[in-house]
């Protein structure tokens, strides 16, 4: 079984309001792909339908190459993170994994491994309905991980973790990938995909507005303009006019050029004797270039 | 290892890691134990003896163990060896008391009670509960022949007089005994065989009647209704007696089961002879008991348990909306069906494996309980006492299955646990109160699902027995399986909804 998700045409409605609107995409296995989108995007319903959870009005979902519904022992092929509020408040952290190890076929010693990868050893026989967010967050991990599974399927994992947890989930999602697994992880907020994603979903009205690596999209949003900062703006501006470029004033001692490169750039300024203090090539940031992606789906909703 | 037998061990693990589930469990069983054995420690009983009380005699019991009235008079003389016994029976009469008119005065009327017996007998021995054949007439249900209080089969209907005599015989042979009956005398039809194994060589035979009590049913002030068997007697009129084989001895009379009242026998039979005609009257019954303590009276204590039961199975399927637990649940076990099932089956076998012991010890310590407090308790086959400790057990299984499933349907506790409440519960309570007419009580008990409770009936209704055969007295509508089978019905029928629920919805 290749370790694979793939959705195709999914099409959904609760009502009147169009949930999935012909999502496409699929993740590949050693990846870390990011699934983001604003809230209401269709993010949550489309790893439902993966999961056999919900059913689609249209399009199919496999993981592997087939429908989860038909999986034996499910939890060793996907494993996933939904909901971490999802407990018996009063069984143990243990005997959580442990129902859930035992319906795989798995027993106590895989349950105390995975305990111990989250770092919930000394909780374990603790009341999970005592737990932090954060701790329940690493419990639903832990669960993720039971079964050893080549694919995984996290639902905003970095929520309620605190600043040490979120360092910890980036580690963890790499050393995944590392181990060749594919990932598909979602999460409103682009940033906190910055350093461990590796290809990206956008999606917005439950259709994918950008299927890309997250080099590509930071190059694209970047769109090669410059920074230069300069203490004579109307010399600059004429200067760099005349030399093709549009420029416009970002404030009064900074400019923003595109349509020259940062050589030309600095070419034509010394030429014309304009004085200037910098020159920089312009690197939008994933949150800059994810925004500039999805403010067209959010205006048309 | 299975999908299915994983699920149900994850379903296991569930239950018992969510302590308030196995104390609430644990508590059932406690509460349908210490109930049931305050209940029997109450019961009491003595009779009295010259004034004082005493321990009851034991009662008779038939020869396949099962308590019985036998009490009649018979003129009898011992026949040894293969023979018969032939008689013609040219009237049958009796009087029945109804309730007095004038205070203190008997008011006595002429008239025979359906059952009352009169015939041609072979019996084992003179002792009470021995065995024996009998072609005998009715009050109403013309002749039959009868053996060993639990055996009836009819022979012609119709009554009897001068104009229309009816001719009994016996005939003994070895163990086998045939029963025939005639118009004539001539042309005789067989009606049936018993045999009688053991029957000893020496045996009674002879002319027999008796009379059990004229049930009269009133209804009561408050609901429900009161039975009253008051005192009646029968007499047959006997002629061309004729016994074959080898006699000993002449004819004698006997009272069979005599009852002592300040050293006189209480309301005695009697014989009369005039030449060739015999006339016998006999007060009292040849019948397998149906009225006394049962083996499943302490049992009184389920109805509470089986309320614990009914809330943990309820909590056990709303746990997982309360918590949205069930996606979880459904990504272990992604066929939904199956899943539910294993929830249900899971859940089944430990409310059984939790009330077997329960019921078994309440059933076991409370009949101990109140045999050492002089009462009788009505014996019954060890496969049937087994029958009531496991059926209950698993009238307790399958409630809390139906409770689970209406859980999953219902998605809320408290709605769920009252729905449950109300159709097993509250038929069976408003059937065995006084609350209403008996006929919507036993319809209750036929279509609901509290039908199930039959199976803890384990004195059966006997067609030859005239008795006022209700719920409060602890007979049901339906057989013991026949009832419980109801029951199951609903819990499939209401498991297959929950389950067509849960496949037609995301979750």
Known sequence: ?????????????????????????????????????????????????????????????????????????????????????????????????????????????????????????????????????????????????????????????????????????????????????????????????????????????????????????????????????????????????????????????????????????????????????EVAAHRATLEEAYLALTSEAVEYR | MNDSLRLLHAEWTKFRTVRGWVVALTAAALVTVSLGLLSASGDHASCDRDGRPADCPPPAVGPDGEQVDDKFFFVHRRLTGDGSITARLTSMTGRIRKPDVVPRVRNEIAGVVPWAKAGVMIKASMTQGSAYAAVLMTGEHGVRMQHDFLHDVAGRPGGVSERSPRWLRLVRSGDTLTGYESADGTRWTRISTATLSGLPATVEAGLFATSPGDLTVTPADLGGHIAAARFTEATGEFDQVALAGTLSGGWRDDEVGAQYLNGQVHHPGRSARSGETFSVTGVGDIAPAVEGMTVERPLSGVLMGLLLVIVVAVMFGTAEYRHGLIRTTLLAGPRRGRALTAKAVALGLVTFAVALPAIAITVTAGGQILRANGNAVLPVPVLTQMRVVAGVAAVLALTAVLALALGVLLRRSVAAVLTTVLVVLVPHMLATTSVLPEAAGQWLLRLTPAAGFAVRQSIPEYPHVLWHYTPIAGFYPLPPWGGLAVLAGYTVLALGLAIHRLRGRDA
Request: proline residues 5%; hydrophobic residues 45%.
């Open chain 1, 1 to 277: 079984m290749r370790s694979t998700i793939e959705v195709k045409g999914l099409r959904k409605r609760f009502g009147r309001t169009v949930a999935l609107d012909g999502m496409s995409f699929t993740v590949e296995p050693g990846e870390v792909t990011g699934f983001v989108g604003p809230n209401g995007a269709g993010k949550s319903t489309t790893m439902r339908v993966i999961l056999g959870l919900d059913a689609p009005d249209e399009g199919s979902a496999l993981v592997g190459g087939v429908p989860y519904r038909t999986l034996r022992r499910p939890l060793t092929h996907v494993g996933a993170l939904l909901d971490a509020a999802a407990l018996q408040p009063g069984r143990t952290a243990r005997n959580h994994l442990l129902w859930l190890a035992h319906s795989q076929g798995l027993d106590g010693r895989r349950v105390d491994e995975v305990l111990d990868q989250v770092g919930l050893r000394s909780a374990a026989r603790r009341r999970a309905g005592g737990f932090s967010l954060g701790m329940r967050q690493r419990l639903g991990i832990a669960a993720a991980l039971l079964g050893d599974p080549p694919v995984l399927m996290l639902d905003e994992p970095a929520n309620g973790l605190d600043p040490q947890g979120i360092v910890w989930m980036r580690g963890l999602l790499r050393s995944l990938a590392g181990e060749g697994r594919a990932l598909l992880v979602s999460s409103h907020l682009m940033s906190e995909l910055e350093d461990s994603a590796d290809h990206l979903v956008v999606v917005g009205n439950g259709r994918v507005i950008a299927d890309t690596s997250v080099t590509d999209l930071i190059a694209a949003a970047s769109g090669g303009r410059c920074t230069v900062r300069t203490t004579a703006s109307p010399a600059a501006v004429s200067a760099l006019g005349r030399a093709g470029a549009t420029v416009t004033v970002a404030d009064a001692g900074t400019l923003v050029v595109s349509g020259l490169p940062a050589e030309r750039i600095v070419a034509v300024l010394t030429a014309d004797a304009v004085p200037f203090s």
